[in-house]
């Protein structure tokens, strides 16, 4: 079955970097696009970045272009968001994301941006 599971969340300071990993696995990851959502407290979830399933083609939500990288490795079925710059408002979990015929999400992995 397909699963997706995050990895590299924490608490880090403003300005600061942190990249994130999603381990794909149960379906042919090349063959797929991927993206990464957050979902900050009290909001919506929205989408972060996603990236085509060559990797040749990104797209990036307005607030996180500049200081967010997806990019993704299809020989260790793995998609990353390195991201920087951090704000506090980047405080949210991150959610690893693919249909693959039906819509499948990670379990989420927090990050949390604070002094």
């Known amino acids: 079955q397909v699963q997706l599971v995050e990895s590299g969340g924490g608490l880090v300071q403003p300005g600061g970097s942190l990249r994130l990993s999603c381990a794909a696995s149960?379906?042919?990851?090349?063959?797929?696009?991927m993206s990464w959502y957050r979902q900050a407290p009290g909001k919506a979830r929205e989408l972060v970045a996603a990236?085509?399933?060559?990797?040749?083609?990104?797209n990036y939500a307005d607030s996180m272009k500049g200081r967010f990288t997806i990019s993704r490795d299809n020989a260790k079925n793995t998609v990353y968001l390195q991201m920087k710059s951090l704000k506090p408002e980047d405080t949210a979990v991150y959610y690893c994301?693919?249909?693959?015929?039906?819509?499948?999400w990670g379990q989420g992995t927090q990050v949390t941006v604070s002094p």
């Open positions: 994301y693919t249909v693959v015929g039906v819509a499948y």
């Open positions: 149960g379906f042919t990851f090349s063959s797929y696009a």
């Open positions: 990236i085509t399933s060559a990797g040749n083609s990104r």
